[in-house]
Every structure is written in C-alpha cells, then in structure tokens.
C-alpha cells in the first residue's frame, strides 16, 4: 500500500509554510515541492525534513525537478502565480494566473491523475473554476482555500473586542471562538454573525450590533492591514494554517464542515448553478464530498449576490478572451 502524497506547486512563503505545518504534524508520508526556483525549493526541503525528525515525524519532504516527477498525489495545493504589481489591471493579474493555472493543471492532470486539487492562487474563485474547466474532472475535486482564513481573522478580530471590552483587560475565549465567513475572498465576503460562537455563547449575545459590524469590515480588510505592515509581501502564516487543515481533512478523510470555494450546484438557488463561491461543505477524501446550504437572511442574501456577480464577470472575461478554446 503506497503513503499519502502532497504535492505543493509554489514553494513561496504559503507553500512553503503549508509544506511545514503538514511536516510538522506528520499529516502525510511525503511532500513534495516544486518550484521554479528550484535552489530555493532543495534547501526548504532539506531544512524541513530535518525539522521532522527533530520533531520525529514520519513525514519525508523532496523536491520535484520538474512536474513529471509530481506522480500519484493524493492532494496537489497550487500557489503558483503572480502577485499584483503596480499598473497591473484586474484583468491583467487574472489572464497571467489563470494561464499558470492551466498550465499547472494539464500537467497534474497527466501525472497525479487521482488527486485532489486545492488552488490557494489569487483571484481565487476564478482560479477554481479555471481548474475545473482545464481539468474536466468532477467538480467537487477542486476545492479552493479562502473561508477558513476569512473565518479565522474574524475570530481574531472577535477576541480582540471581547478584550477591549474586559473591564481588567485580560481578554478571554482565545481558541474558544467560531466564526463563519462565506462569499468571495476579501471586499465580496459575507459573515455570518448567526453561526458564530463564543464557546458556544452566541456572538449576538455578547457584543452590540455596531461591534459586530465594526468586526465585520475589520475582517473585510483583514489581508490588506497586514500588507501595510509587512510593506514586501501578504500574509503567509493564516492562509498556509488554513490550506494545511484543508488537506488534513482530505487526506484522512475526516468529513469536517469547512467554508471552502467550490463549483455551486442549486444548493443556493438555480441561478448560481456552475459558478464558483465560498460555501460550507463537508471535506473528505474525494474532496468537497457536499455543499451545505445555509440560511441567509435579506442583507446576507444580498452579499452573496454580489459575490457571486464578481467572480460571473472574471469568468465572462476569460470566455471573451476564449481563454478556454
């Protein structure tokens, strides 16, 4: 019987750090990372197998030279792609990604035929879709990450409002909040104040409805307060934490709940059917096994719409620019 395999496209700082975590706890038998670069791809590697055995796990990292030696992955994260630069249009970043993203895909396709594949590229939601059309697999086999990490600053951002409102200042229910994000990455999500909890204690329970809104648009920017910090680079630590817990539950079949992208069906009505968007579904071994439909209110609803638009209108720019004749 063969071990588990990961394969990681992007040995940048998210998937490098996503290669770590999942070394680390000995998710999987062996990851392999590959990178254009591949200098810096062979000394990660090397550094990361020797942090699991001080950690003694049984996990090995390699590198892959090229993409024919990526064969017979379980799962395949991709965060392979180009960041925003200065003058770059919308469209720009979308067409040069999403024609990485083909690329990427034809040869996964070719050489880890059984996988599943978890995008992590910007912008996400058309990033999925374009591995499904390249693909042609089943859709619930390409699931993207974005709501787990949307879901997890919110929980930040909900801890930082229970502190400032402690009267000794101590904070409390750090590891004990819940919250729920659906929708597009960033400007186009949609909280779900109604499915979050403190230990159980609902949100609504313990903060005002202003606090919550002002948690809400924190949450919204949560990304961007970061590249302000950082001034050279994104977040890496959040979104390489949540694509690790996506592969966990894939790899040992787990059956989690977990807001991921996906290709809707009439879950949330037959109009979004086909498009791609932040929903719960249930992760385990062939991926997003099911989409749960939730109750939204009007406002919420509305949000959602919205979301769905944006990602109509990158998938009708990569259509005109018959990206996939």
């Not at 990033?127 to 600053?153: E, F, H, Q």
Request: proline share 4%; aromatic share 6%; glycine share 10%.
């Amino acid at each position: 019987m063969k071990g588990t395999r990961v394969g990681i496209v992007g040995a940048g700082n998210v998937g490098a750090t996503v290669a770590y975590s999942l070394a680390m706890k000995g998710v999987c038998h062996e990851i392999i990372l590959r990178d254009n670069n591949m200098d810096r791809a062979k000394g990660m590697a090397l550094d990361m197998s020797q942090a699991a055995n001080a950690a003694r796990s049984h996990t090995v990292v390699s590198v892959a030279n090229d993409m024919s030696e990526l064969t017979d992955c379980d799962v395949v994260v991709i965060t392979a792609g180009s960041p925003r630069k200065p003058g770059m249009s919308r469209d720009d970043l979308l067409m040069i990604n999403a024609n990485i993203m083909k690329e990427v895909v034809l040869d996964i396709k070719k050489y880890s035929p059984n996988a599943v594949l978890v995008p992590v590229s910007n912008p996400l939601d058309a990033m999925v879709y374009t591995a499904i059309k390249v693909s042609g697999w089943d859709s619930n086999r390409v699931v993207g990450m974005a709501g787990i990490l949307d879901s997890a600053r919110m929980a930040h951002f909900i801890y930082e409002k229970l502190k400032q409102k402690d009267p000794k200042g101590v904070g409390y229910a750090a590891g004990q909040i819940r919250a729920s994000v659906i929708g597009g990455h960033g400007d186009d999500m949609v909280p779900l104040p109604k499915y979050s909890t403190i230990a159980g204690v609902a949100l609504a329970d313990l903060l005002t409805d202003d606090e919550i809104e002002e948690i809400v648009e924190k949450t919204r920017h949560g990304g961007a307060e970061i590249v302000g910090y950082l001034k050279t680079g994104s977040a890496y630590y959040a979104p390489a934490k949540a694509t690790s817990l996506m592969v966990e539950a894939i790899v040992k079949n787990t059956k989690q709940i977990f807001p991921c992208a996906v290709q809707l069906g009439d879950e949330y009505g037959e109009e979004y059917k086909g498009i791609v968007n932040g929903v719960p579904v249930v992760l385990g071994a062939g991926g997003a096994e099911r989409v749960i439909p939730i109750e939204l209110n009007k406002k919420q609803s509305e949000q959602f719409k919205k979301s769905i638009d944006s990602v109509k209108e990158l998938i009708d720019t990569l259509e005109n620019n018959k990206f996939f004749n």
